[in-house]
């Protein structure tokens, strides 16, 4: 008896203390979402938790200012003059566009990576020819090389080909940088799985091709949705390879670089944050919530062989 109490009330703690830490984790974008709706004013004059008390006071006036470009002061209306030499960079300017480029670099920088790592995760997992052994040494060494030592040399060389400033440079670049985890990581799971698949396959006559078609790549959905997941999210928030291989071109510039660069530093827009913040979490919570059984067998599947 005493012992089922023991469990019940150690079961009840770990409860709470699970329950409590997704609270504070929680907790910063609860008020992040709460100051997107409130005015100007009232993010000035009170915290976020006010706007929980009777009467609510919520207004859309923040979204409206970051999805077209036009700010309203109210009071504290910025003069003609200092609008005109801040200009369009310290404004919403419109997110939609910004937007629209996230999404034309992160499809293609997630897809880009995940099909060459595939392949190649599946001849360094199961296909034997010289010099495999190194290549997998090189890929794990590339793992540990620091992302900021190649960006001065890339931009150099991108300028010479006239890929700075271009959606192609920021896909090859992400692409670079993406394929030593993703590598390591597809190669791992299909040292995985079970040898009979592929020794059975190549008895019926199936080729390499084939076998990777039908065998590797359905048995290695959850694992490549656990990439997918991961590199989208780094393209999605990353904000310094945009800025170094696209520069200040507003053609191209992603949600990232549009959000830091709507507060100046005089410090005008930041009341435009919390919303333009908000947008930008939208798409990767909803591509997580989706992909989260996926996510969870991914990263569970390369610890069991079988």
């Given at each position: 008896?005493?012992?089922?109490v ?17 609270l ?25 938790w ?9 207004t859309?006036e ?9 700010t309203?002061?109210?009071e ?32 293609p ?20 020819f ?30 010479g080909?006239?890929l ?25 799971f ?15 006559g199936a080729?390499?091709f084939?076998?990777?078609?039908r065998?590797?790549?359905p048995l290695?959905i ?10 989208f ?14 520069g ?15 507060m ?42 079988g």
């Amino acid at each position: 008896m005493t012992g089922k109490v023991g469990r019940r009330l150690s079961r009840s703690l770990l409860h709470i203390v699970i329950i409590s830490i997704c609270l504070m984790w929680t907790l910063p974008s609860f008020g992040l979402l709460a100051n997107s709706f409130r005015s100007r004013r009232d993010i000035i004059a009170t915290g976020w938790w006010t706007a929980l008390k009777s009467p609510f006071a919520f207004t859309v006036e923040n979204y409206m200012d970051v999805l077209t470009g036009q700010t309203h002061y109210g009071e504290e209306k910025a003069s003609d003059k200092s609008r005109s030499i801040l200009g369009d960079i310290i404004t919403g300017q419109g997110i939609g566009r910004a937007f629209l480029n996230s999404l034309i670099i992160s499809i293609p920088s997630t897809l880009i990576p995940i099909v060459i790592a595939s392949f190649a995760a599946y001849a360094l997992a199961w296909m034997r020819f010289p010099g495999r052994n190194l290549l997998l040494i090189i890929v794990v060494g590339l793992l540990v090389v620091p992302l900021q030592m190649t960006l001065i040399p890339i931009l150099r060389l991108y300028k010479g080909l006239h890929l700075a400033g271009t959606f192609l440079g920021v896909w090859l670049a992400h692409t670079a940088y993406g394929l030593p985890y993703a590598i390591y990581l597809l190669r791992n799971f299909f040292k995985a799985l079970p040898r009979d698949l592929f020794e059975s396959a190549s008895l019926d006559g199936a080729s390499q091709f084939v076998i990777f078609y039908r065998i590797v790549v359905p048995l290695s959905i959850p694992s490549i949705a656990s990439l997918a997941i991961f590199q989208f999210l780094w393209v999605w928030n990353d904000l310094l390879v945009a800025l170094i291989y696209l520069g200040g071109t507003r053609d191209v510039a992603p949600l990232t670089m549009h959000i830091s660069s709507m507060m100046s530093s005089l410090g005008e827009n930041w009341h435009l944050l919390p919303a333009g913040a908000f947008i930008s979490m939208m798409l990767p919570l909803i591509i997580f919530s989706t992909l989260q059984p996926y996510f969870v067998r991914g990263i569970l599947g390369g610890s069991l062989k079988g």
